[in-house]
């Protein structure tokens, strides 16, 4: 079956960088806007970033000018630049692939658990 595996979480100080990498399986995945969502305690999940087939990028306004969507179609593998970390930016980061070419196909990685300390 379809595979999202995120990696690249853990605990690093604010101001601190950390990359997440999303390594998709079983999908044809260049067909695929590819997302990263996040969800703290006790809050809804969030979109944090996304990168359409052609590479366009859309950003959280909470994220902009600190945060780096990228994908490698080769690799099948988007990732998440994170620098200048703040505790705020505290949650489980999840992977997302949403077909783009009106087929419904949506999947969700497992999450990895990223956590900033003050």
């Known amino acids: 079956q379809v595979q999202l595996v995120e990696s690249g979480g853990g605990l690093v100080q604010a101001g601190g960088s950390l990359r997440l990498s999303c390594a998709a399986s079983?999908?044809?995945?260049?067909?695929?806007?590819m997302g990263w969502y996040r969800q703290a305690p006790g809050k809804q999940r969030e979109l944090v970033a996304s990168?359409?087939?052609?590479?366009?990028?859309n950003y959280a306004d909470s994220v902009k000018g600190r945060f780096t969507i990228s994908r490698d179609n080769a690799k099948n593998t988007v990732y998440l630049q994170m620098n200048s970390l703040k505790p705020d930016d505290t949650a489980v980061y999840y992977c997302?692939?949403?077909?783009?070419?009106?087929?419904?196909?949506?999947?969700w990685g497992q999450g990895t658990q990223v956590t900033v300390s003050s």
């Open positions: 997302n692939a949403d077909r783009a070419d009106g087929i419904r196909l949506n999947y």
């Open positions: 990168i359409t087939i052609t590479g366009l990028t």
């Open positions: 079983r999908i044809m995945f260049r067909l695929y806007t």
